[in-house]
């Protein structure tokens, strides 16, 4: 396989090992080597109402079940450049990670979602070929055992999953079979277990975008990729109505095209139902910037910008609306140990550095539960080879500013892996 593409304007990173031999999948990976999968978990997941059960013949060992509080961790690709199906459940209670089977198929860069009945759907993705796949599955936390669903109507990787208000999922764009972004979308009826096409596609080719349920039921759709070499970098935006099923462009255009970014909504305060979307890669170079999506008036302003350039970092809305941001890829190819604090209204500051650098990690921020108020983050890698992908975890304290060790590392290494709280 060539060696993968540079950055443009800034110092190369070295390039991963082949995933694949296969083209078109050589090809999806020579991008994914230098730009990675962003937080594959940080897309956008909102609870959903679910009704039925699963179909499809478990696997795994039943063991006693998860509990409510505890945080997921599933797929990712390991430090010997395997996708992984080995799933893990950490306990912030005591601080520990255990075995909790494994998926039906060994999935990275996939999408991880909460339904409203305590089960999580977990779509698409890679396998350990760097093929994009069509399959999806569930997890039932009551037995901890993974049960294949219905095939999406397209397989995807880089996609995004957003559960509506009315219970179903929203999954859009993403890599396709062909190695080219797709436009189409598709739902996941939670009620029958199947995905069916939506009629109206979007309106632009996406990959690695974000998506954001916005407190109307809409779905802000922004930014991404449109060709399988990313020089076609997106900065337009488009709504999904629920309701008719479309999509509608935005007239306004984002004020950066980027991908790979990470993008938040604001519940309350100053910028109750905004959205922050921020740095990610231009085509050009990493960047520091970051905007504002108010729906009220359709447009995007300036956020200001962050401390450093960032990349495949994670981000966590935690206690009065503040985001954290940390770590990821800078425009000097550095992999970072660095974080800041965005508050609402505000400006961009730095906090305490993470123990560990890391770029395609999770964040999870604790709403409730022993470890209340704290962000648990997982994984990634800790420079730009597969061979420093980790095990380790570590919590992030907003009242010290301060990131610790977990009490247990991972059961493995992994990156490009998902996170949710079980409910």
């Not at 062909?178 to 080719?205: C, D, H, R």
Request: charged share 10%; aromatic share 6%.
């Amino acid at each position: 396989m060539p060696d993968a593409p540079k950055i443009p304007n800034h110092k190369p990173s070295p390039t991963l090992p082949a995933l694949i031999s296969a083209a078109i999948a050589a090809a999806m990976f020579s991008w994914l080597a230098i730009i990675g999968a962003g937080c594959g978990p940080g897309l956008g997941a909102v609870r959903v109402t679910a009704t039925a059960t699963p179909s499809g013949s478990p696997t795994g060992t039943p063991t006693p079940g998860a509990l409510s509080g505890d945080v997921l961790i599933a797929g990712g690709i390991d430090s010997t450049n395997n996708a992984v199906a080995m799933a893990e459940v950490y306990d912030p209670s005591s601080g520990t990670f255990s075995n909790s089977g494994s998926m039906n198929t060994a999935r990275a860069f996939h999408t991880a979602t909460v339904l409203n009945n305590g089960t999580i759907l977990l779509t698409g993705g890679q396998n350990a070929a760097g093929t994009p796949l069509q399959s999806a599955e569930i997890y039932n936390q009551s037995n901890q055992l993974f049960h294949a669903v219905g095939k999406m109507v397209a397989a995807r990787t880089l996609q995004t999953a957003t559960l509506l208000n009315s219970g179903q999922v929203l999954i859009a764009g993403g890599v396709g079979s062909s190695g080219i972004p797709l436009t189409s979308a598709e739902l996941y009826n939670p009620s029958t277990g199947k995905f069916t096409a939506i009629s109206s596609p979007m309106n632009f080719k996406r990959a690695a975008h974000t998506a954001t349920l916005l407190s109307n039921g809409q779905v802000l759709i922004a930014g991404g990729f449109s060709n399988a070499s990313r020089t076609t970098v997106q900065n337009t935006a488009e709504l999904y109505d629920p309701t008719s099923q479309t999509f509608t462009t935005i007239t306004n255009l984002m004020l950066a095209g980027r991908f790979f970014d990470q993008a938040q909504l604001f519940s309350g305060g100053t910028l109750g139902g905004d959205v922050l979307l921020a740095g990610g890669h231009d085509n050009s170079v990493v960047t520091a910037t970051a905007e504002l999506y108010n729906p009220t008036s359709n447009n995007f302003t300036t956020a200001g910008l962050m401390t450093i350039t960032r990349m495949q970092f994670a981000s966590a809305i935690i206690q009065n609306g503040q985001i954290l941001l940390c770590g990821g890829l800078t425009n000097a190819g550095v992999v970072t140990p660095t974080a800041e604090i965005y508050t609402p209204g505000g400006v961009f500051s730095p906090t305490g550095n993470m123990t560990d650098s890391r770029r395609f990690h999770t964040a999870t921020f604790f709403p409730s539960g022993p470890q209340i108020g704290l962000v648990l983050v997982t994984g990634g890698q800790d420079s730009t080879t597969v061979a420093s992908t980790v095990n380790t975890a570590e919590l992030y304290d907003p009242s010290l500013s301060m990131f610790t060790p977990t009490a247990s590392t991972m059961a493995i290494s992994r990156y490009g892996h998902s996170a949710v709280i079980l409910p």
